[in-house]
């Protein structure tokens, strides 16, 4: 399990977002595409933050009340960020997935570059293939 590593389940193109980006924009974007939050981009895909839906609705809420015009990613955004690398083990990923609770995790090289996400959703996922390849091995061994 513990040879499981990020990179084999990340997703290598999620929604990003730039700082300048309207609140709008980027609330369309989580409503195309489902996805629950992004990482915050520069132009060379240098992590520079994290929004998620949440943030964007608690914002809109407010420019809707005080009705504000326009607001930002960079007004919202949380620049202190958790992230993982490609090598990590999904199995340590996990284990603090349930200690800090971010459901969604930038995948960052080590300069800081952006190299995908990673989800619980696919966390599970990786388990369950573990799982499915366990169990295909034991019925295998049975049958010999």
Known sequence: MESLKVQEYMNHYPITFTPEMALVDASLRFLKTKQIGGPVIDHNHK???????????????????????????????????????????????????????????????????????????????AFDTHRRATLALDKEHAAM
Do not use: C, H, W
Not at 70 to 93: C, G, H, N, Q
């Open 47 to 125: 992590l520079l933050g994290f929004i998620s839906e949440s943030d964007v609705l608690s914002k809109m809420l407010d420019t809707i009340y005080y009705n504000e015009l326009t607001a930002y990613v960079s007004d919202i955004m949380r620049k202190e960020v958790l992230s993982v690398k490609p090598y990590d083990s999904i199995l340590e990923l996990a284990q603090g997935m349930l200690k800090s609770k971010p459901k969604l995790y930038p995948v960052v090289d080590e300069e800081g570059t952006l190299l995908g996400t990673i989800s619980r959703n696919e966390v599970l996922q």
